[in-house]
């Protein structure tokens, strides 16, 4: 299967929401979003939980045998967590056809492997705790490897709300790979009726600190050269979505701090999912990474794959 088909499977009918969740604020928190925007797409809701056995038995020892008692009081937290979770979405959005799935995998493997057939996958934030911290964690591992789109929600204020109103944001890099995440923020920005903001950002380096008053990257020809850049990235988009307001914004400066900032009246950002390195699956320390963390709206992270 080549990658066009894989990414067609994605916009299938039957290609459902799929959200994970956990019993947590957040999680709940994703369940409104997941189940909003299921309604407002017209798709299908799926609410799925990982038991992970594999980490309670390793929890326990490495017993070969899990006791039953050990996997009967697992499955029932899991099954209240998952009901809890569908009367939640059922509020939010009681025309949606909403399904769930209780799993015996570890909630990142199991939502890898959905997102191979999802519209998109989504999933709660767990805080602004450190990048190490998050390290091999479900968010990490699913923002890295998942298939299509993945969106982590997070609070667009510390009541913990979320932003209906506000720009898309995307994130431009000049890399290959960017596309997807150019296709996805034009969709969305479309279907939000709403404008585009698209970012492009020439340097991860703080020029402050490492070129001095002097900067020789500064010049004219390389700010004409890279707006260049940006134009090359959108051409084409802004004919498929003549009804979408798009604004350029390119600077010098890393791209992580200027996305945060736009975060905070953004209703979603858009990005890529590994920038200029090219190393798939690799985000320790990337845009990417530090905006699924740090964010202050919903991010959506984009793959080709």
């Known amino acids: 299967m080549n990658t066009q088909q894989r990414d067609n499977s994605h916009q299938l ?5 799929v959200v994970g969740v956990d019993g947590s604020d957040g999680s709940d928190l994703a369940v409104r979003w997941a189940a909003e925007l299921a309604a407002q797409r017209g798709r299908r809701l799926l609410i799925v939980h990982g038991l992970d056995l594999v980490a309670t038995q390793s929890l326990l020892g490495g017993y070969h ?3 039953t008692s050990v996997v009967e009081t697992v499955r029932t937290r899991g099954t209240k967590i998952v ?5 939640l979405a059922h509020e939010i959005a009681p025309g949606v ?3 769930t799935e209780l799993s015996d995998a570890s909630p990142s493997r199991l939502l890898i492997y959905l997102s191979k057939t999802a519209y998109l996958v989504v999933l709660g934030a767990t805080g602004n705790a450190g990048t190490i911290a998050h390290l091999g964690s479900t968010l990490l591992a699913v923002t890295s490897h998942g298939h299509g789109s993945v969106v982590v929600v997070r609070p667009t204020d510390t009541e913990g709300q979320i932003r209906d109103d506000g720009p898309v944001v ?5 890399s290959p790979v960017g596309e997807a995440a150019i296709a ?14 698209a970012l492009h950002s020439w340097s991860e380096w703080h020029f402050g600190e490492f070129a001095g008053p002097a900067d020789p ?26 009804d979408v307001p798009v604004t350029r914004k390119v600077y010098r400066a890393g791209p992580m701090d200027r996305l945060t900032e736009w975060s905070k009246s953004a209703q979603l950002v858009v990005v890529g999912s590994r920038g200029r390195g090219g190393f798939t699956g690799l985000l320790l320390g990337s845009t990417s990474n530090f905006l699924v963390q740090h964010g202050h709206c919903p991010v959506m992270v984009t793959r080709t794959t």
């Open 13 to 17: 009918a039957s290609a459902p929401v």
């Open 65 to 67: 045998v899990i006791p």
């Open 83 to 87: 009901a809890a979770a569908r009367r």
């Open 97 to 99: 056809d909403i399904a």
């Open 170 to 174: 995307v994130g431009i890099d000049g």
């Open 184 to 197: 996805a923020a034009f969709a969305e920005a479309c279907d939000r009726k709403t404008e585009l903001i």
């Open 217 to 242: 990257m500064a010049g004219p020809g390389l700010e004409t050269a890279e707006n260049a850049v940006l134009a090359e990235r959108l051409a084409g988009w802004t004919e498929k979505y003549p």
